[in-house]
T-cell receptor
Framework: GDSVTQMEGPVTLSEEAFLTINCTYT??????LFWYVQYPGEGLQLLLK?????DKGSNKGFEATYRKETTSFHLEKGSVQVSDSAVYFC???????????FGAGTRLFVKA | KAGVTQTPRYLIKTRGQQVTLSCSPI?????VSWYQQTPGQGLQFLFE???????NKGNFPGRFSGRQFSNSRSEMNVSTLELGDSALYLC??????????????FGPGTRLTVL
């Protein structure tokens, strides 16, 4: 079945460090891919998305490229801030579909 | 534009009781999805409603049910509560127009504790 696998956390970085959170997926077809972020005590909010192969989603300094050949959608940021501390979820859904599949989430801690 | 609202925010029940959670989507959104979030299982899809019809369902027992009203508001019901039902229940709304892929907007969740 369709699934999303994320790297296990927590990930602990110092401020201004480079961030990579790995995400790979298994899907029968060509899904759209998303990264959501959940700050403490809040619901999830969309961070970025890509709807087809080679698309790059970007927002707030975060980027991810839809790689069909490696079935991956890794999240990157060049210089993290303390305010980026949160849980990050990779997800997929299909056009016209009514179900979004989420990864397990990766908790990020950024130290000052 | 107001966001997704969920009520109540916190709930404490005992085993065997039932509970109803409510979700009001963003105005104009016709799709409402429900998720269960726990430390052990992560974020799991419960079901999605669109135009008052359940369009997809996750792998949860029949004790978990839902419905959607004509104004797109949705309720989720859990009967015969078990300790393992303690979780954060998240609701998300989206447009779902034209069968396209839409961003989901999440509410803050209802924290259910079963004693």
């Amino acid at each position: 079945g369709d699934s999303v696998t994320q790297m296990e956390g927590p990930v602990t970085l110092s401020e201004e460090a480079f961030l990579t959170i790995n995400c790979t997926y298994t899907a029968t077809g060509y899904p759209s891919l998303f990264w959501y972020v959940q700050y403490p005590g809040e619901g999830l909010q969309l961070l970025l998305k890509a709807t087809k192969a080679d698309d790059k989603g970007s927002n707030k300094g975060f980027e991810a490229t839809y790689r069909k050949e490696t079935t991956s959608f890794h999240l990157e940021k060049g210089s993290v801030q303390v305010s980026d501390s949160a849980v990050y979820f990779c997800a997929l859904t299909f056009t016209g579909g009514f179900k979004t599949i989420f990864g397990a989430g990766t908790r990020l801690f950024v130290k000052a | 534009k107001a966001g997704v609202t969920q009520t109540p925010r916190y709930l404490i029940k005992t085993r065997g009781q039932q509970v109803t959670l409510s979700c009001s989507p963003i105005s104009g959104h016709r799709s409402v999805s429900w998720y269960q979030q726990t430390p052990g299982q992560g974020l799991q899809f419960l079901f999605e409603y669109f135009s008052e019809t359940q369009r997809n369902k996750g792998n949860f027992p029949g004790r978990f049910s839902g419905r959607q009203f004509s104004n797109s508001r949705s309720e989720m019901n859990v009967s015969t509560l078990e300790l393992g039902d303690s979780a954060l229940y998240l609701c998300a709304s989206s447009l779902r127009e034209g069968g396209g892929v839409d961003e989901q907007f999440f509410g803050p969740g209802t924290r259910l504790t079963v004693l």
